[in-house]
């Protein structure tokens, strides 16, 4: 038998079908097309193409294309326009000004900040003054533009309509959370000289066994058949198996590691009173941070209840420090504005009642939970984000102690690189924020300190407490590899299949 012949003879009934459908498509195709030529499931064509290759029967060639969807975001735009496009129209509408807060009725008070930036980024409007009023201004250019789409517009079309995008539009819309990317491999499979001269000798549809069967044992035909060898490389598809989501895993980690150093868990609810989440936190009742415009009030409840006595005591603190040594922050308390409610800010509103509720030390205290502030969404901010709260109450607690806790903590994580930097908090002193490094660069992971007597004092809370609170979705993405935090809760199955276990 020539050896041509003899590879012809090991050959399995799908490699053959393989190569027919590969010689009707003249020697070259798609694994995809091939197995729509009836030759079966996709699976059974790589399976077969990667043994004809390992017999260089065929050539497997490989390329990665990357592939560009639109998001929801992107559908969005699509539909009702991009922001500063919808800020144009009304411009253009009303004869190329406008006043912000009339803008800001039209397309909506999100859309009002991105639509700004845009505005001056493309050179579309000027924001004025005039009369005590904020007005803007459509400039020649946003008059010009205004006739037609921008790039990215196109681009936004050309993806819908399923075309490829390319370009710079590319970045700008990545950025803008509006497309994903995906990469894709493409194969093209061909026959080789070899492979053409075994379809020239031509090929006879009969299958040489590929098992092992009862039968052939017990018949003793097993001693004569032809087995086909097998290949531990051939082209097997990938199972993926349930597991928690990637986020789920992190925070089951965190909680290990805490619960390692000897820390309980605590949770709290979402629903809170200004008096709790800032108040007894000394935080100033006119404290930026506690604008509309950073935190979420609540219709309902509009009130909270909060015990009288001590409410006149945190009362006196802030007007005048009050039984501490302190001077407060000399200005009119309101106690109606204590008792608001909010969507919790931050965790600190948990460990706060925890240490009034148990103010004997020692305790050793986390919690991971979610807080809620009005930020603009982008790649490190989000509105809904969830942080990684602790405390240490004990005698003689000190700032180093404090230090080495986090370090513990982070090169647990598996974070070498940490550096601590003052800062400053109206609850805590000294303070100090956390950074790591990461792709070379310091990324701030949260903040932490020792409880000012102010706050520890009117809640009688015996010794030193040290606190921190560290964002969660920081430490994911870089532990997941990630560029955008809004990665983190796309939930693109996809990914979340290819990702191995932490
Ligand atoms: N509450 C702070 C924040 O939300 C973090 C912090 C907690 C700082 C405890 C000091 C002490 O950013």
């Given at each position: 038998m020539s050896s041509l012949e003899k590879i012809i003879n090991e050959l399995s009934l799908h490699e053959k079908e393989v190569l027919l459908s590969l010689h009707s498509f003249e020697g070259k195709s798609t694994p995809e097309d091939i197995a729509k030529n009836d030759v079966g499931s996709l699976v059974k064509v790589m399976n077969a193409s990667s043994w004809l290759q390992s017999k260089g029967i065929v050539d497997i060639h490989e390329k990665l294309e990357t592939i560009y969807s639109l998001t929801k975001e992107g559908k969005k735009f699509l539909t009702q326009g991009m922001p500063e496009r919808q800020a144009l129209t009304e411009l253009i509408n009303s004869n190329g000004q406008i006043d912000l807060d009339t803008l800001g009725s039209k397309i909506g008070k999100d859309n009002l900040a991105i639509a700004l930036g845009w505005l001056k980024k493309r050179d579309w409007a000027t924001l004025q003054s005039k009369d005590n009023k904020k007005v803007i201004l459509i400039?020649?250019?946003?008059?010009?533009?205004?006739?037609h789409n921008t790039q990215d517009e196109d681009a936004l079309k050309s993806l819908k309509e399923g075309s490829s995008i390319q370009g710079t539009s590319v970045s700008s819309l990545k950025k803008r959370g509006a497309i994903k990317e995906k990469e894709k491999i493409l194969r093209t499979i061909s026959l080789t000289q070899k492979g053409k001269n075994i379809l020239k000798k031509g090929l006879d549809?009969?299958?040489?066994?590929s098992q092992l069967t009862p039968?052939?044992?017990?018949?003793?035909?097993?001693?004569?058949?032809?087995?086909?060898?097998?290949?531990?490389?051939?082209?097997?598809?990938?199972?993926?198996?349930?597991?928690?989501?990637?986020?789920?895993?992190?925070?089951?980690k965190i909680k290990s590691i805490f619960v390692g150093m000897g820390f309980q868990e605590i949770a709290g609810n979402y629903v809170e009173s200004c008096f709790w989440t800032m108040d007894v936190l000394f935080?100033?009742?006119?404290?930026?941070?506690?604008?509309?415009?950073?935190?979420?009030?609540?219709?309902?409840?509009?009130?909270?209840?909060?015990?009288?006595?001590l409410l006149d005591s945190i009362a006196n603190v802030h007007e005048?420090?009050?039984?501490?040594?302190?001077?407060?922050?000399?200005?009119?308390?309101?106690k109606k504005e204590a008792q608001k409610s909010i969507l919790r800010t931050h965790t600190t509103v948990n460990t706060i009642r925890y240490l009034y509720e148990h103010p004997d030390p020692p305790s050793k205290i986390f919690q991971i939970g979610k807080v809620f502030r009005r930020e603009n969404?982008?790649?490190?901010?989000?509105?809904?984000?969830?942080?990684?709260?602790?405390?240490?109450?004990?005698?003689?607690?000190?700032?180093?102690?404090?230090?080495?806790?986090?370090?513990?903590?982070?090169?647990?994580?598996?974070?070498?690189?940490?550096?601590?930097?003052?800062?400053?908090?109206?609850?805590?002193?000294?303070?100090?924020?956390?950074?790591?490094?990461?792709?070379?660069k310091w990324m701030e992971l949260g903040g932490s300190g020792i409880f000012r007597p102010e706050v520890t004092e009117p809640l009688g809370i015996k010794e030193?407490?040290?606190?921190?609170?560290?964002?969660?979705?920081?430490?994911?993405?870089?532990?997941?590899?990630?560029?955008?935090?809004?990665?983190?809760?796309f939930s693109d199955l996809d990914w979340l299949k290819k990702l191995p276990l932490l």
């Open positions: 400039t020649p250019q946003g008059k010009k533009d205004a006739q549809i009969t299958d040489v066994l039968e052939l044992i017990q018949t003793g035909k097993w001693k004569t058949a032809t087995f086909r060898p097998y290949d531990v490389s051939a082209f097997v598809p990938s199972l993926y198996g349930g597991k928690k989501h990637p986020l789920t895993q992190l925070i089951d935080i100033p009742q006119d404290h930026p941070a506690r604008d509309l415009q950073d935190t979420f009030y609540c219709k309902q409840p509009p009130r909270m209840p909060v015990d009288k006595h005048n420090g009050g039984s501490t040594s302190s001077t407060g922050w000399q200005y009119k308390f309101s969404i982008d790649s490190t901010h989000l509105p809904e984000f969830q942080q990684v709260e602790g405390i240490v109450h004990e005698k003689n607690a000190n700032f180093c102690q404090l230090i080495g806790i986090l370090k513990e903590f982070y090169h647990q994580l598996g974070f070498e690189k940490l550096r601590f930097r003052p800062a400053y908090f109206p609850y805590t002193e000294p303070s100090m924020e956390v950074e790591v490094q990461w792709h070379g030193t407490v040290l606190a921190w609170g560290l964002g969660l979705e920081r430490i994911a993405i870089m532990y997941l590899g990630l560029n955008d935090i809004r990665e983190l809760y």
